[in-house]
């Protein structure tokens, strides 16, 4: 039974042997070539990703800004909108003062005794429109 062994010389087998391990080791590497090929093409895929979620966050951060901007200008122009109003509302209030102490004055007026009433009040109004148009 052994005797056909006997009849490939020593190194025969070794080639053999050798023909066997080179056989073997092609076929693992086909076999992780092709593993290689799909861990290539996932991460091309990633890469890709990566590249959108970058220009995303570049358009994101752009959104920001130009909101962050717009923010600092409305509250720029609230500011500004309210200064007028505690402008106008002073001059309103320094205006509503003197009319007050207008009409205190005008209040503060007596009819003299023995006079027609109708004619002082006619009097008054006349000397307040000569001190109004005087102003």
Known sequence: MM???????????????GLLLVAGQQIRV????????IERAARLDDVGKLGACRVTRTNLLGQVIEQNTALADLRAAELERA??????????EGRAQQADQQAQQVLQERTPAGVDVCAAASAAFDDELRRERAQ
């Not at 086909?30 to 090929?37: C, V």
């Open 83 to 92: 200064t007028r109003a505690r402008d106008v509302q002073q001059q309103a």
């Open 30 to 37: 086909s076999l992780l070539q092709a593993e290689l090929e």
């Open 3 to 17: 005797a056909w062994v006997k009849l490939v010389p020593g190194w025969g087998w070794v080639l053999l042997l």
